[in-house]
């Protein structure tokens, strides 16, 4: 007799998330895409006499968390990224640099850095999972294209990446 091992058989659906990123509180109802990031284990190679031995590695590498979202109409949620990345990179001004609008991480109130969250839903609507990816930081922001060729109603995208 066979047991089965899965105590929910129900397969997690794949529209059915939320993002909660501390410093990005425009970000949360925009999010069309967001993956839970990779992880990789690299090997080296060991020779011998006949062939190669591939060995594991000694440590993880985990991909950037990236996420693509509707920019509103106001561009609020597009700024809130872009003056993040100018805090963290070359400020013009030094009140760029501590502007009191912009929240830090909970776990580290010292660097310009967030928590990230991401929330699978159960088919119930109600929260099954929580990842949370510390200490992050843009590193990238893509740009907005407009164009007159596009549909009226479509909506535009824009992706931003974070390392952790």
Known sequence: MTQNLFKNNNLISS?????LIDCLP???YFTKRVPIAG???PTTHEPTPFTTLPIWGDHLEYEEFDITFLVDEDLNNYKEISDWLIK???PQ????RTDSTFKTSKTNDKVLTSDISLITMKNSNTPNKIITYH???PNYLSRIEFNIDNDQSAPIYANAKFSY
């Open 39 to 41: 992880i990789q284990l």
């Open 26 to 28: 425009n970000i949360e």
């Open 88 to 90: 963290l990179a070359r």
């Open 93 to 96: 001004t030094y009140s760029q």
């Open 135 to 137: 200490n992050c930081f």
């Open 15 to 19: 529209h059915k998330f939320k993002i």
